[in-house]
């Protein structure tokens, strides 16, 4: 049994910049108290997640969706177990698998095939199994003797193609994506879709962020619309997708006829 | 903009477990860390590996450096302090290896955590990991290194007692520990405050010249205690002391078992503390 609840999270983000970023700075700022205080420890704070509570259980497949800037990134790596909240509380369980960038773990001048065993390491699989999915991963990626190159030399969708491989290589209970898996050619996105369906099926959860409305509507049967760092609508996919666009153009009233059909 | 909820959302709220401690949550980051030793253990050895790919002598190359580096230092400063080859090298060579170990963790603990940054953006792992790695990567490099020692101590041959030499276990033990708290709260405040990083090289580099590796502390006579205290001399001395079969200076010990308790305590708060705010400051 997987699930993800968040309750009330807030996510703040001091921006370090400029002297903010100096221990010179600080100490000399606590020891005068005047002027020079606030003017060397300007720190902004930044909400990127407000108030936010969500339930995700087994076999939720859910799309992200929301303007640039909206918390979309913020909110999965909160998933992910990467940000711990400010306020508020994440209670997760089932192993996390994320895919929030496609390098991680990554040697740019090991080859494929060595990677293969590297981004399996800090995903927590031992190289001695991850040597026996190798062939399994290989075939899956379809990049042949390109696996013995460096992966320096690789194109931006053979990235996505190996990420993606290794990454789902042992069917996560919560498959974490962002949004550059969406840059895969159409082949590859659908041999994806397939292998997701298959585990998801299996009890699992998948949270996927895009900005492609009918990737979203095709994965996925749950919606989140953030805006600002704050749900704004939660709900069925088809729901939260018309309220996405009317987010984006307010003045149509409803959405034309022949979406209205297909949503 | 209001909520706006699209469909029955209030009937998959759950009951929340009660939030653990922020020190219990530092504890449980550490032993994590620990139970993914085959994880740390296989990076450290890439990375040694890697720092020397393409290199004929691989990681033997750093050996050799030493080795050069003990070598043109020995024959030098022996005639320089007025002393026999046979008495400096050994020492030159036993205590250089030691200040490289240590002082290699000090500069490196300031990268603890902002030179894996984009592991931490992108993983959750046990901040600890990053810590193990980095000390037990310093040990393999140290271990290079200590092929040196015997070479050098059977071309200078001392009376080695060899009873003594049990002491380099907890004096190992005491400076690994040591390496992890500093690698753990070096690597916090520098993720903080970048400004850390170079400020520390310099200190550590006039330090070395502080620090009785190239001198004996007996050099300064009546004032050898100026230099006992340095708890670099102390870590350094515990180890020396044994190899060269010299005694160990009165305080030594004292000062690294209080170094490494009061450090470890201190590290710890702050970890427990700070622990949630790492992979905002990377």
């Known amino acids: 049994m997987s699930f993800l609840h968040l309750r009330n999270v807030c996510v703040d983000f001091p921006i370090y910049q400029g002297s903010s970023r100096s221990l010179k700075k600080a100490l000399l700022a606590t020891s005068t108290h005047g002027n020079l205080g606030r003017d060397a420890l300007d720190r902004i704070n930044i909400r990127a997640l407000n108030d936010v509570s969500i339930d995700i259980v087994n076999g939720d497949r859910v799309g992200l969706l929301g303007l640039n800037g909206a918390g979309k990134t913020t909110l999965l790596k909160v998933l992910a ?61 379809e990049l042949g003797h390109y696996l013995d190159m460096p992966v320096r030399t690789y194109s931006a969708g053979m990235m996505i193609r190996l990420a993606f491989a290794i990454s789902t290589c042992v069917p996560p209970d919560i498959l974490i994506m962002d949004e550059w898996l ?13 292998r997701i369906e298959n585990f998801v099926r299996g009890s699992s959860i998948l949270t996927l962020a895009s900005h492609s409305t009918e990737l979203v509507e095709r994965w996925c049967n749950r919606g989140i619309l953030l805006h600002h760092g704050r749900v704004l609508s939660i709900g069925s996919i088809k729901e939260v997708i018309s309220a996405y666009r009317r987010l984006i153009d307010p003045d149509a009233q409803q959405a034309p006829p022949q979406m209205a059909a297909v949503g | 903009m209001h909520l706006e909820t699209v ?80 008495d400096y090298l050994p020492m030159l ?31 959750r792992l046990p901040f600890s990991l990053h810590a193990y790695r980095l000390v037990y990567r310093n040990l393999l490099l140290l271990a290079h290194n200590f092929v040196i020692i015997p070479i050098v101590l059977l071309i200078f041959p001392h009376p080695i007692s060899w009873f003594r030499l049990i002491e380099l276990v907890p004096g190992l033990i005491l400076i690994i520990v040591t390496g992890l708290w500093v690698s753990v709260l070096l690597g916090m405040i520098s993720a903080r405050f970048r400004d850390v990083p170079p400020i520390v090289a310099s200190i550590v580099q006039v330090v070395f010249f502080m620090t009785p590796v190239m001198w004996p502390s007996e050099a300064l ?54 622990r949630s705010r790492i992979a905002f400051w990377v």
């Open chain 2, 93 to 123: 060579a036993v205590g250089l290896i030691f200040w490289m170990f240590v002082a290699g963790m000090i500069t490196e603990g300031c990268g603890t955590f902002v030179g894996v940054q984009c592991i931490i953006q992108q993983v």
């Open chain 2, 221 to 274: 006579g009546r004032n050898a205690w100026w230099a006992q205290l340095n708890p670099l001399f102390a870590a350094i001395d515990v180890l020396r002391g044994p190899l060269l079969g010299q005694p160990t200076a009165s305080y030594s010990w004292i000062i690294l078992v209080t170094m490494t308790v009061v450090g470890c305590f201190a590290a710890f708060a702050f970890f427990a503390r700070f």
């Open chain 1, 182 to 194: 969406t840059a895969g050619d159409a082949q590859f996105l659908e041999k994806a879709q397939r």
């Open chain 1, 81 to 141: 177990g990467v940000y711990e909240p400010t306020e508020g509380r994440l209670v997760a369980s089932g192993n996390v698998s994320s895919l929030l960038d496609t390098q991680v773990g990554l040697n740019a001048d090991a080859t494929g095939h060595e990677n293969i065993i590297l981004r399996g390491m800090y995903m927590g699989i031992h190289p001695r199994e991850m040597r026996e999915r190798a062939g399994e991963v290989a075939t899956f990626t």
């Open chain 2, 7 to 86: 469909s029955g959302e209030t009937g998959r709220i759950a009951e929340l477990p009660e939030p653990s401690s922020r020190a219990a949550l530092a504890a449980t980051d550490l032993l994590e860390g620990i139970r993914k030793s085959w994880l740390w253990t296989t990076l450290a050895q890439q990375d040694v590996k890697l720092r020397y790919r393409g290199s004929i002598l691989g990681p033997f190359w750093q050996t050799l450096t030493t080795a050069v580096m003990i070598g043109g230092m020995g024959l030098i400063y022996a005639e320089l302090f007025h002393t026999e080859l046979y």
